[in-house]
């Protein structure tokens, strides 16, 4: 979780909240995936794009509400919306979901050809392994999406004031 706001700042729900951990979900889910059936899995992802969406959303609002002449402001919202959209959906779901998929896919086929523990202690040593991957992976990944987004979609962008999306 990012710092805590400055004091007199607005605290953002999806950012400086507990509320940010619902976006950490699905990384959960694919290091519990070798333990749990896949259902369990795809509600992790169900959670973790429903705070997408809603931050999505919920930067749209923040950008209406800001005093402007009317001719900006729809750009404004769309731009805030689908860089948050663009930016979550692969900080917070895509990349970070494949990543902890394939270190715990990798972690059991290294311990099932490695080792002769017992599979429940392979599934479980996976589980930890992706669990600690967590938050090894968080900041280098929001930093490698924020300069493919800065290459790429940004440069898009009218030249509206760009959206924070760490």
């Not at 004091?7 to 909240?17: I, K, P, V």
């Not at 800001?66 to 919202?77: C, F, I, L, N, W």
Request: glycine residues 6%; positive net charge.
């Amino acid at each position: 979780m990012s710092e805590p706001p400055p004091r007199g700042a607005e605290c953002d729900l999806f950012r400086d909240t507990w509320v940010r951990y619902l976006g950490y979900a699905n990384e959960v889910g694919e290091a519990f995936r070798s333990l749990v059936p896949a259902a369990v899995v795809w509600l992790s992802y169900g959670v973790s794009s429903s705070y997408v969406l809603a931050d999505a959303i919920d930067k749209g609002k923040k950008a209406r509400d800001v005093p402007s002449p009317e001719a900006g402001r729809s750009t404004r919202v769309t731009v805030a919306m689908v860089d948050t959209f663009v930016w979550q959906s692969l900080a917070s779901v895509a990349i970070p979901g494949f990543t902890i998929n394939r270190v715990c896919a990798a972690s059991l086929y290294i311990l099932g050809t490695a080792t002769r523990w017992p599979l429940a202690v392979r599934k479980w040593t996976t589980t930890a392994l992706g669990l600690l991957a967590i938050p090894i992976i968080i900041h280098p990944i929001d930093r490698s999406v924020d300069f493919l987004l800065d290459s790429s979609l940004r440069k898009l962008y009218p030249s509206v004031e760009k959206p924070s999306s760490s």
